[in-house]
């Protein structure tokens, strides 16, 4: 399995699934993100005449890093609406009033160290719904893959162990009640530093939830979904009336947080965060940041197809492998062929 270095720095130490060894698509905006954020070591594996996967610190393998960028991306998204924007606030303020009042967000009660959260139903991937949504941006059918999970139902991650038999996370009929999502989330561990301190900067509460201490933000996300209702993700998100001062002189629209290669050197303040954009709207804002790491998990149908490909129209990607022992010449004179033949007509981007 690829070695995934950067990830745990910048996104907190866990386990994270390993990703299929086949044909990716990916978005150019969030590669060009991810090479601001590692550029460096980004660089060091370009030097590398082969990969390293087990000697050294590993090197970058952008596809799989991509798949699960755009996870990590999103639950830093989700939680930084909640802590900063909706909690914080302009001013960055967490004191008791704020981790109080997040506190019962959560489901818990003034004075409760602690709180068992328990999940409910969510309607995001009833098969009606999704081909409803499938058929009104023009597509026919989602075949054939199938959708297990939907970002808008939290994080897939927060139950993933080594070694285990494990399963996304599921809210639908077909799961019973006794295996929907639990957690507990305790008041003190999230909501203080180490030396059980309050904190008092929005920021750093989001930092240690996230980042430090991520299985409170992976609870804190259990509990927000399951707060929402049976779709959307209200409870994330900042009042419609928060607002703050456009920066006129900036054309930047693109939201984002930090890029930083190290959660410790990130600000991540609102005022910081939003420096550069002409967005007042702190909500509008928030709701273009979650959109841009919006996905869904599911599985697709993988077959070795060899010779099968003239036979078979319905193949959507081709993931061709490139271990190729003896016979160099032969495979190079068959692929170019072959590419000829599916592709007569150079594509736009080629001439």
């Known amino acids: 399995m690829p070695k995934l270095p950067p990830t745990g720095n910048r996104f907190g130490s866990r386990y994270r699934p390993y990703v299929i060894h086949e044909a990716k698509s990916a978005s150019l905006p969030l590669l060009q993100e991810i090479s601001q954020m590692w550029s460096s070591q980004i660089a060091n594996t370009a030097l590398h005449p082969f990969r390293e996967t087990k000697a050294g610190d590993g090197d970058i393998s952008m596809m799989f890093m991509m798949v699960h960028f755009v996870v990590e991306r999103w639950r830093e998204a989700l939680l930084w609406s909640w802590t900063v924007a909706k909690h914080g606030g302009l001013d960055d303020r967490w004191g008791t009033l704020q981790a109080d009042a997040a506190w019962r967000e959560l489901g818990g009660t003034a004075g ?18 999704v081909n409803a949504t499938l058929k009104a941006s023009g597509h026919v059918e989602n075949d054939p893959t199938s959708y297990i999970f939907s ?15 494990n399963a996304w996370p599921a809210y639908g009929p077909e799961t019973p009640e006794y295996n929907l999502p639990q957690c ?12 059980n301190r309050p904190f008092t900067r929005a920021s750093d509460t989001f930092k240690n939830i996230a980042f430090r201490n991520p299985l409170c933000g992976d609870c ?15 409870a994330f998100l900042p009042s419609s009336e928060s607002r703050r001062p456009g920066a006129p002189s900036s054309d930047d629209r693109t939201p984002y947080l930090p890029l930083v290669d190290r959660w410790e050197d990130g600000d991540f303040s609102l005022k910081a965060v939003m420096s550069a954009s002409k967005e007042t709207s702190v909500r509008l ?19 070795i197809m060899a010779a099968q490909l003239a036979r078979r129209p319905d193949v959507a990607l081709l993931c061709i492998n490139d271990d ?19 592709w007569s007509q150079p594509a736009e981007w080629e001439t």
């Not at 804190?220 to 209200?234: F, K, P």
């Not at 022992?325 to 033949?341: A, R």
Request: net charge neutral.
């Open 184 to 195: 507990r989330i305790n008041f003190r561990e999230c909501f203080s530093d180490g030396e």
């Open 151 to 165: 970002s808008q139902d939290g994080y897939p991650y927060a139950n993933i162990k080594d070694g285990a038999k």
């Open 324 to 342: 190729v022992i003896t016979g160099h010449e032969e495979v190079v004179t068959m692929l170019k062929k072959w590419q000829s033949e599916q």
């Open 112 to 129: 409760s160290p602690e709180l068992l959260v328990r999940t409910s139903r969510r309607d995001t991937l009833q098969p009606e719904r």
């Open 220 to 234: 804190a996300i259990l509990a927000l979904v399951s707060a929402s209702g049976r779709l959307g993700l209200e």
């Open 285 to 303: 804002w928030t709701l273009l940041l979650l959109e841009r790491y919006r996905f869904v998990l599911g599985p697709s149908t993988v077959n």
